[in-house]
């Protein structure tokens, strides 16, 4: 089955830029999705098929995919987005399957 | 504006069986698929599987055959997550997430979660 690699912890100080990556083999090929969760809530979409916003989420998140990795980026870091980020994948290959990776905890100093 | 309302909380013994709602609104409830995601203590997030709301048909993630069952009822919009002969380790924050964009031809074709419940905490102890 397909494997998403992401970091457990991320920290960035306010005003700059994380970057949180999500590894898998040739993941450059399949669309990745973003999901921001903090504490105690539902997760909530925050990227879609690699680099698209829904409405509502600033213009700081952004995303890329190229080759191995999948990229995060927030700039201008705020208090506010300290929460666990997981990417997505639909996996085709063996078990049609949504897959997750691990999470990542950023931590805002 | 879409809402998925979830039931609350249920402490269940062993071998016992929950029944968990996932109440839509603010859209067409049969044109969308409707997902089940696990998240058990300090975990990550899983994926159980999906319904389609148009024939009813559900599909399974490996792991979640046997004792889960997907359920809907059109007529008020709901879905329902059925878990049989409950065990310690299913104890965990049970979430209902709708597709980001409508089944094709009556067909879920795979797309990002764009509306979560708030989810249901199943504990299974004893």
């Known amino acids: 089955s397909y494997v998403l690699t992401q970091p457990p912890s991320v920290s960035v100080a306010p005003g700059k830029t994380a970057r949180i990556t999500c590894g898998g083999n040739n993941i450059g090929s399949k669309s990745v999705h973003w999901y921001q969760q903090k504490p105690g809530q539902a997760p909530v979409l925050v990227i879609y098929?690699?680099?698209d916003r829904p409405s509502g989420i600033p213009e700081r998140f952004s995303g890329s995919n190229s080759g191995n990795t999948a990229t995060l980026t927030i700039s201008r870091v705020e208090a506010g987005d300290e929460a666990d980020y997981y990417c997505?994948?639909?996996?085709?290959?063996?078990?049609?399957?949504?897959?997750f990776g691990g999470g990542t905890k950023l931590t805002v100093l | 504006q879409v809402q998925l309302v979830q039931s609350g909380s249920e402490l269940k013994k062993p071998g016992a069986s929950v029944k968990v709602s996932c109440k839509a609104s603010?859209?067409?409830?049969?044109?969308?698929?409707m997902n089940w995601v696990r998240q058990a203590p300090g975990q990550g997030l899983e994926w159980m599987g999906w319904i389609n709301t148009n024939t009813g048909n559900p599909t399974y993630a490996q792991g979640f055959t046997g004792r889960f069952v997907f359920s809907l009822d059109t007529s008020v919009s709901t879905a329902y997550l059925q878990i049989s002969s409950l065990k310690a380790e299913d104890t965990a924050v049970y979430y209902c997430?709708?597709?980001?964009?409508?089944?094709?031809?009556?067909?879920?074709?795979?797309?990002?979660?764009?509306?979560w419940g708030q989810g249901t905490l199943v504990t299974v102890s004893s």
């Open positions: 997430a709708k597709d980001l964009e409508t089944m094709v031809r009556g067909v879920i074709i795979p797309e990002p979660f764009d509306y």
């Open positions: 997505q994948v639909w996996d085709s290959s063996s078990d049609l399957n949504w897959v």
């Open positions: 098929y690699d680099s």
């Open positions: 603010g859209y067409t409830f049969t044109s969308y698929a």
